[in-house]
């Protein structure tokens, strides 16, 4: 079967670091997406990671390690603007795009 | 680059009527996506095209939804008759085609059922 899982809901500070984990169990891989959505908006993408190791964009940095199921999104000199829900979602083997619930992050002043 | 557009926004109706949403992809985009995506959860692939033909439609409750994508450009998809565990966004998706796996989302149709 297919399983993803994220924290629900984090809490972090303005100008903080904050990591989202998620863990997968699919079958097979072919690579994973982090996505970010704003209330009431439209996933946008933010990064993709099919080797392990970190993917670094700006402020944003994804890990992956396939041996354990596990990939991590590190968001440094959070603003305002980041408070969103960060979707995780796996293609595995037979190219299906399976999401995660989200994680729902909220940054305070 | 214009983005994917789905129309309506928003869209209330009562349970047992009937809905359409439409979905226009990105321009030359050979893969369209449907998605639900109930409140607090990840959305749900529904189904999945490559141009008028249609790949997985495993999760698609067949017997109240269809969906399809004629001239493999713009697509609809229909609730007949709604029930209120339906009540979701509905969001389309297009990627340039099948291995190029990144999604570009519309806005969504926000569908409440009473």
């Known amino acids: 079967g297919q399983n993803i899982d994220q924290p629900t809901e984090m809490t972090a500070t303005e100008g903080a670091i904050v990591q989202i984990n998620c863990t997968y169990q699919t079958s097979g891989f072919n690579g994973l997406f982090w996505y970010q959505q704003h209330a009431g908006e439209a996933p946008t993408f933010l990064s993709y990671?099919?080797?392990?190791g970190l993917e670094e964009k700006g402020r944003f940095s994804s890990f992956l390690s396939r041996s354990k199921g596990y990939s991590y999104l590190l968001l440094k000199e959070l603003q305002m603007k980041d408070s969103a829900s960060y979707l995780c979602?796996?293609?595995?083997?037979?190219?299906?795009?399976?999401f995660g619930p989200g994680t729902r992050l909220s940054v305070l002043p | 680059e214009a983005g994917v557009a789905q129309s309506p926004r928003y869209k209330i109706i009562e349970k047992r009527q009937s809905v359409a949403f439409w979905c226009n992809p990105i321009s030359g985009h050979a893969t369209l996506y449907w998605y639900q995506q109930i409140l607090g959860q990840g959305p749900k692939l529904l189904i999945q095209?490559?141009?008028?033909?249609?790949?997985?439609d495993s999760q698609l409750p067949k017997d109240r939804f269809s969906a399809e994508r004629l001239k493999g450009v713009d697509s609809t998809l229909k609730i007949q008759p709604a029930k209120l565990e339906d009540s979701a966004v509905y969001l389309c998706?297009?990627?340039?085609?099948?291995?190029?796996?990144?999604?570009?989302f519309g806005p969504g149709t926000r569908l409440t059922v009473t």
């Open positions: 998706a297009s990627s340039l085609d099948m291995i190029d796996w990144l999604q570009y």
């Open positions: 979602a796996v293609v595995d083997y037979g190219q299906n795009f399976v």
């Open positions: 990671n099919v080797l392990d």
């Open positions: 095209f490559q141009n008028n033909g249609v790949v997985d």
